[in-house]
C-alpha cells in the first residue's frame, strides 16, 4: 500500500481509502453487518488503514459498524474520515431527497450545517464511532442557508478542542473552497471522479494542485459500473439507487463494457482485475490524492488494496486515455 499526505498536513492516509456508504445498507439495497465489519478489518490487515464514512449513510449505521470494526485496532494507526451536515432528524436547511431508511421508512434528508447543528453532529459521530477524535470532518455537501463562514467557525472550535484534527470538504467548488479556507484551513475536497465523469478536471484539479490541496476521489468505480461486472439488463435490489440511474440503463452499460475490453490486456499483462486497474489510473491522474473503495466483504477489500501494486506507464495512461476520449 502507498500512503499520501493530505493538503499541507501531516495526515498520511493510504490510497485506496475504504469507503463505508454500501456498508451502511441506505441506497445501497441493505448491508450485511458482520461481512461489512470483516471487511473493513480485512482492509487494514493490507494497509488499507483509512474508512471514509458519513452519519447520513444508513442514519448511523455505518459509523458504528466503523466503530465496531476498528474498537480493537490501534486507533493510532487507523484514519477515521467523517462527514456532517446532512439531518434526517431535523427539518431545517435544504431539502436534499425524500428518501427511505433502511426499515423502509419514509424519511426526509436536509443539508444543514449551522453552527449548532455542526457541534451535535461531531458528538453523536464520536459516540457511534468509539473514538474521542476524528481524523478528517468533511461537510458533505454545500447547503444555501448558512453562511460558509459560520459553518467553518464551529469546524475550527472542534479542532481547537482537539476532537477533529483536519477540516475537509466534500462536493465543493474552488470558490467555496476558497471561502471556506479563509476560516479554518481545509485540506481536501472529496468529489466524484471517475473514467466516467472528469468533470474536475477543468477547474477544481487546478485549483487544487496550486493550493496545495488533495482531492479525495469518491465514485471512482461509478459504483461497479467500471468492474465490468455489470452487464445490460441487470438487476439491481429493491432500494438500490443504481436501478433508475442513467449510466445503468443497457445501451450505456454496453459502451463502457466495450472500452473496457480494450484496456483489459493492460490489467491482463500483470495479472490484475479491471477493478484495480480502474483504482490505480484513477490515482495516477493529476491532482487525485486517493480513491474510495466501497466493498461487501473480505475478499472485495483485499482485492481493492491490491489495485496500489500496479504498474502503469505513462503510455498505459497515454492509450486509457485516448480510448475515453472516443466514448
Request: aromatic share 8%; with cysteine; net charge negative.
Amino acid at each position: 500500500m502507498e500512503y499520501r499526505k493530505l493538503g499541507k498536513s501531516d495526515l498520511s492516509v493510504s490510497v485506496i481509502t475504504f469507503g463505508a456508504w454500501a456498508a451502511g445498507g441506505w441506497m445501497w439495497g441493505g448491508t450485511e453487518r458482520k461481512q461489512s465489519v470483516e471487511a473493513i478489518k480485512a482492509g487494514y490487515e493490507v494497509g488499507m488503514t483509512s474508512i471514509d464514512t458519513a452519519p447520513i449513510y444508513g442514519q448511523g449505521t455505518s459509523e458504528e459498524i466503523v466503530g465496531e470494526a476498528i474498537k480493537d485496532l490501534p486507533r493510532d494507526k487507523v484514519q477515521i474520515l467523517t462527514k456532517f451536515g446532512m439531518r434526517w432528524d431535523l427539518t431545517k436547511g435544504d431539502l436534499a431527497m425524500h428518501s427511505k431508511d433502511n426499515s423502509g421508512k419514509a424519511i426526509d434528508i436536509y443539508k444543514y450545517a449551522g453552527k449548532e447543528s455542526v457541534i451535535y453532529e461531531c458528538e453523536q459521530s464520536l459516540k457511534r464511532l468509539g473514538t474521542d477524535y476524528i481524523d478528517l470532518y468533511q461537510i458533505h455537501w454545500p447547503e444555501t442557508v448558512t453562511p460558509i463562514h459560520e459553518t467553518f467557525e464551529a469546524v475550527a472550535r472542534l479542532k481547537e478542542q482537539g476532537k477533529i484534527r483536519y477540516a475537509a470538504v466534500c462536493n465543493y467548488s474552488a470558490s467555496q473552497v476558497s471561502e471556506a479556507d479563509l476560516v479554518c484551513e481545509i485540506v481536501s475536497d472529496q468529489v466524484p471522479y471517475s473514467m466516467m465523469n472528469r468533470k474536475i478536471e477543468e477547474e477544481l484539479v487546478p485549483y487544487c494542485i496550486n493550493s496545495q490541496k488533495s482531492i479525495l476521489a469518491y465514485s471512482p468505480m461509478e459504483r461497479g459500473l467500471l468492474t465490468g461486472k455489470i452487464k445490460p439488463g441487470h438487476s439491481f435490489a429493491e432500494g438500490d439507487a443504481r436501478s433508475e440511474m442513467k449510466i445503468y440503463q443497457p445501451e450505456s452499460i454496453e459502451k463502457v463494457n466495450a472500452f473496457l475490453q480494450k484496456i483489459k490486456p493492460i490489467a491482463d499483462e500483470q495479472g490484475a482485475t479491471l477493478a484495480q486497474l480502474v483504482l490505480k489510473w484513477t490515482i495516477e491522474q493529476p491532482g487525485i490524492t486517493i480513491a474510495l473503495a466501497g466493498a461487501r466483504n473480505a475478499e472485495q477489500t483485499i482485492q481493492n488494496a491490491k489495485a496500489a501494486e500496479l504498474k502503469l506507464t505513462s503510455q498505459h495512461i497515454e492509450f486509457i486515455n485516448s480510448e475515453l476520449s472516443k466514448l
